[in-house]
C-alpha cells in the first residue's frame, strides 16, 4: 500500500511539473500586451521573447530607431562590505582596483583549471558596493569563495528590473523622459536618477554595439519605468524587440554569449569544450602584474607552455546563406572547427559568423577554409562548400556608440 501511493505521490509531482508555468518578469504585462508574434524560450526559467512582431524589424529598429529589450531574466548579485573589492579582484579576470566607482567593466571568471566558468558586466555602484550581472547562477561557488572575505554576497535577480534601451535615439528618449544630467555618461558609465519615488541605474552599456544604456530599477518600479520610456519614445520610433533581433545585432558587434559561442565550464560535459580565456578571445582581460586570481596559474602555464588549443575567430564567408553551425574545413578535407553564430549582415553587407577553431588554424593558418553549408533549395537540402576568410571583430563599427556626448534626435 505505501509502494503505491509513493508511486502516485512520484506521478502528481511529475504532471505538476510539467503544468509549471515559466516565470513572468516585472515588465511581462507589458511584453504581454505586445507580444503579435507568441514565440517565446526558456530564459533562465523565465518567459522571454524570441520575438514580439517581425524579427528583421525589431532587428532594424535596433540599428535606425530605438528598442527596449527585458534583460530582467540576467543573473544579478549584489555584493557589498569592507573587502568587496578585494573579493572580486580574487575571483573575476579584470583588475578591480581599476574599476571607479560610477562606472563599469566586462570580466569574466575562472575554475581553479583556468577554464571559463562565465563572463558578465560588474558595476560599480560604491567604493564598497558592486552588482554582478551574469548568464549562469552562480551563488554557491561565489559564497564558498567569500570565505575569508568581510563581504555579503546575495542575487538579487527577482528583486531588481532591467531593461536595455539600445540605438541611436536612445539618449534623446532618456533626456525627453526627464533623466536630467544622463548626457554626461560616458561610455562604460552609470549613474543614478530619481524614479516614482524610487532609484533607477542607468548605465551607458549594452550588448549590440550601438548607441545604448541598460537601466535597472526595483521591480515595484518596473512598469511605471517601462511607461515612462515608452511615452517618450513614442515620436522617437522606440518600439519593443525580442532576443533574435538583439542576437544579431550582437554578432554584428563581435561580441560572444556564454553557452552559445563557448561553453561553461559547470555545463562542458566533454573535456574538449572547455575554453581557457585566451581560447574565446578574452586574455585582453588578464593582466600579468594583476595577483593572484582564480585559475592565475593555470592560465599563464598554458600561455608558457603553448597549450592553448583552440581560437575564436571572426569569419567572412563568400555568398550570402548565413553559416549557421556549419562545419569549417581546412582544404575542403580536414575539419578544423565550428561556426557558433552566422548572419547576413544588413549594416556590413558581409555575410559573418563567429567560429571556434582548432590552433594553429585561424591562428597562423588562416588559408584555405571553407564552411559546409545545407541550404533549402525546392524542398531540399544542398551541399555548398563556400569559402571563409579570418577577419577581424567587431564586423561594423558604430561612432555614436562612444559620441560624447550622443546625438539628440
Given at each position: 500500500m505505501n509502494r503505491h501511493v509513493k508511486i502516485n505521490s512520484a506521478?502528481?509531482?511529475a504532471q505538476a511539473h510539467f503544468r509549471t508555468l515559466r516565470l513572468g518578469t516585472p515588465f511581462q504585462p507589458r511584453i504581454d500586451a505586445l507580444a503579435l508574434t507568441n514565440d517565446w524560450y526558456n530564459w533562465a526559467g523565465y518567459r522571454?521573447?524570441?520575438?514580439?512582431?517581425?524579427?528583421?524589424?525589431?532587428?532594424?529598429?535596433?540599428?535606425?530607431?530605438?528598442?527596449?529589450?527585458?534583460?530582467?531574466?540576467?543573473?544579478?548579485?549584489?555584493?557589498?562590505?569592507?573587502?568587496?573589492?578585494?573579493?572580486?579582484?580574487?575571483?573575476?579576470?579584470?583588475?578591480?582596483?581599476?574599476?571607479?566607482?560610477?562606472?563599469?567593466?566586462?570580466t569574466?571568471?575562472?575554475?581553479?583549471?583556468?577554464?571559463?566558468?562565465?563572463?558578465?558586466?560588474?558595476f560599480r555602484l560604491s567604493p564598497t558596493r558592486f552588482r554582478l550581472c551574469s548568464q549562469e547562477r552562480h551563488l554557491p561557488w561565489l559564497l564558498d569563495s567569500a570565505i575569508g572575505y568581510e563581504v555579503s554576497v546575495e542575487e538579487e535577480t527577482e528583486a531588481v528590473a532591467g531593461l536595455a534601451l539600445q540605438?541611436?535615439?536612445?539618449?534623446?528618449?532618456?533626456?525627453?523622459?526627464?533623466?536630467?544630467?544622463?548626457?554626461?555618461?560616458?561610455?562604460?558609465?552609470l549613474a543614478e536618477f530619481a524614479h516614482d519615488g524610487a532609484a533607477v541605474t542607468i548605465s551607458r552599456t549594452g550588448f549590440t554595439g550601438d548607441?545604448?544604456?541598460?537601466?535597472?530599477?526595483?521591480?515595484?518600479?518596473?512598469?511605471?519605468?517601462?511607461?515612462?520610456?515608452?511615452?517618450?519614445?513614442?515620436?522617437?520610433?522606440?518600439?519593443?524587440?525580442?532576443?533574435?533581433?538583439?542576437?544579431?545585432?550582437?554578432?554584428?558587434?563581435?561580441l560572444i554569449v556564454a553557452n552559445a559561442d563557448f561553453t561553461t565550464a559547470e555545463h562542458a560535459i566533454r573535456a574538449d569544450r572547455l575554453r581557457m580565456p585566451d581560447e574565446i578571445g578574452l586574455g585582453f582581460m588578464i593582466d600579468p602584474d594583476k595577483g593572484h586570481f582564480?585559475?592565475?596559474?593555470?592560465?599563464?602555464?598554458?600561455?608558457?607552455?603553448?597549450?592553448?588549443?583552440?581560437?575564436?575567430?571572426?569569419?567572412?564567408?563568400?555568398?550570402?546563406?548565413?553559416?549557421e553551425h556549419a562545419i569549417v574545413y581546412c582544404?575542403?578535407?580536414?575539419?578544423?572547427?565550428?561556426?557558433?553564430?552566422?548572419?547576413?549582415s544588413p549594416m556590413a553587407k558581409r555575410n559573418v559568423a563567429i567560429a571556434s577553431l582548432q590552433r594553429p588554424y585561424g591562428d597562423t593558418v588562416v588559408d584555405d577554409l571553407w564552411v559546409e553549408i545545407y541550404a533549402m533549395r525546392e524542398l531540399q537540402y544542398q551541399k555548398l562548400m563556400k569559402r571563409a576568410k579570418v577577419v577581424p571583430r567587431p564586423f561594423i563599427k558604430l561612432d555614436r556608440r562612444t559620441a560624447n556626448p550622443p546625438a539628440d534626435f
Open positions: 506521478r502528481t509531482l522571454a521573447p524570441h520575438s514580439l512582431w517581425d524579427e528583421e524589424l525589431e532587428y532594424f529598429a535596433i540599428r535606425s530607431q530605438a528598442a527596449l529589450f527585458d534583460i530582467s531574466p540576467m543573473t544579478k548579485y549584489r555584493i557589498e562590505g569592507p573587502d568587496a573589492e578585494a573579493y572580486l579582484d580574487r575571483v573575476t579576470l579584470r583588475d578591480v582596483t581599476r574599476l571607479k566607482p560610477g562606472r563599469v567593466h566586462y569574466a571568471w575562472c575554475d581553479d583549471e583556468g577554464f571559463v566558468l562565465d563572463d558578465g558586466t560588474l540605438g541611436p535615439t536612445s539618449f534623446a528618449i532618456l533626456r525627453h523622459a526627464g533623466f536630467a544630467g544622463v548626457e554626461r555618461l560616458k561610455i562604460f558609465d548607441l545604448g544604456y541598460e537601466l535597472f530599477v526595483p521591480a515595484d518600479n518596473a512598469l511605471s519605468l517601462w511607461d515612462r520610456l515608452m511615452a517618450a519614445g513614442e515620436l522617437r520610433g522606440i518600439r519593443a524587440i525580442g532576443y533574435t533581433a538583439l542576437n544579431g545585432a550582437r554578432l554584428e558587434a563581435g582564480n585559475g592565475r596559474r593555470a592560465i599563464f602555464e598554458a600561455r608558457a607552455k603553448k597549450k592553448l588549443r583552440h581560437v575564436l575567430v571572426g569569419l567572412e564567408i563568400e555568398g550570402n546563406i548565413p553559416a582544404k575542403k578535407s580536414r575539419e578544423v572547427g565550428l561556426v557558433s553564430a552566422a548572419m547576413w
